[in-house]
């Protein structure tokens, strides 16, 4: 910049609005905690304020805390104002229809989207596929009518939280309102959060019965997402997340 300060640049060939969106999420996400200061986006650039990493004690707990601020974030239905991405995959996000059920949503826009994408790439088998199917017969005992949409960060794994000396800084979202437990997906998935962050949650925003049994059916969606984008070396996360689903 001409002032002398530094920036952080995301470029991309094609034009489209991935970038303004991106934008519009952090801007909204930072309203209930910290993401980089949005300077300007257009169909290929996304001009972000410089974040410095830094040493803090207490970052779990922080990690805790937003997170529970931003899930207190409601909205009357669930979904987004415009579909958005998942890595490099398409998150169709209801955009218009108005649905209220969190079941429907799920199914529909989360689960069976990548279920037959997978199954047109070849990435699982006929009995496979009709396994996965048949999780949509147990999704009534599992998701309560009573879920209300929560604004969530939609990608929450380690690589998004930038550590600085004030505290977390979350990056490259993939927003939306849904089950808030759905945001503690990739965590159980990857690693890289201690304990701080869920008992720092609880006290805030208390956990509802049923949450650890509900813990497979939220990582099967990033399962099938990453056997889509990265292949079958996802194969087996997908399948164990089923049986454990199924209980068969």
Not at 127 to 151: A, F, G, H, W
Request: aromatic share 12%; with cysteine; hydrophobic share 35%.
């Amino acid at each position: 910049m001409t002032d002398g300060k530094t920036l952080f640049a995301k470029y991309q060939e094609t034009a489209n609005n991935n970038l303004i969106n991106q934008s519009i999420e952090l801007t909204l996400l930072g309203e209930s905690l910290t993401t980089p200061k949005v300077l300007d986006s257009c169909q290929h650039c996304l001009l972000l304020e410089w974040i410095e990493t830094g040493n803090c004690e207490n970052h779990q707990h922080k990690i805790g805390l937003a997170m529970a601020n931003l899930h207190k974030q409601s909205n009357d239905v669930f979904g987004f104002e415009f579909d958005n991405t998942i890595g490099e995959m398409p998150q169709h996000n209801g955009t218009g229809e108005n649905i209220t059920s969190w079941r429907d949503f799920y199914w529909k826009h989360r689960l069976l989207f990548q279920i037959e994408s997978s199954k047109q790439k070849q990435l699982i088998n006929d009995p496979d596929y009709k396994r996965l199917l048949s999780i949509e017969t147990v999704l009534d005992k599992l998701l309560s009518d009573s879920i209300t949409p929560s604004l969530l960060h939609g990608d929450l794994w380690s690589g998004n939280v930038i550590i600085t000396i004030q505290g977390p800084v979350l990056i490259d979202s993939a927003a939306y309102y849904g089950h808030r437990e759905a945001d503690f997906a990739l965590m159980f998935m990857f690693g890289g959060f201690g304990p701080e962050v869920f008992e720092a949650y609880n006290e805030v925003y208390p956990f509802d019965k049923g949450f650890d049994e509900r813990k497979p059916l939220y990582m099967l969606y990033h399962y099938l997402n990453h056997l889509n984008i990265f292949g079958s070396g996802y194969h087996a996360g997908v399948m164990n997340c089923a049986k454990l689903i199924l209980h068969t």
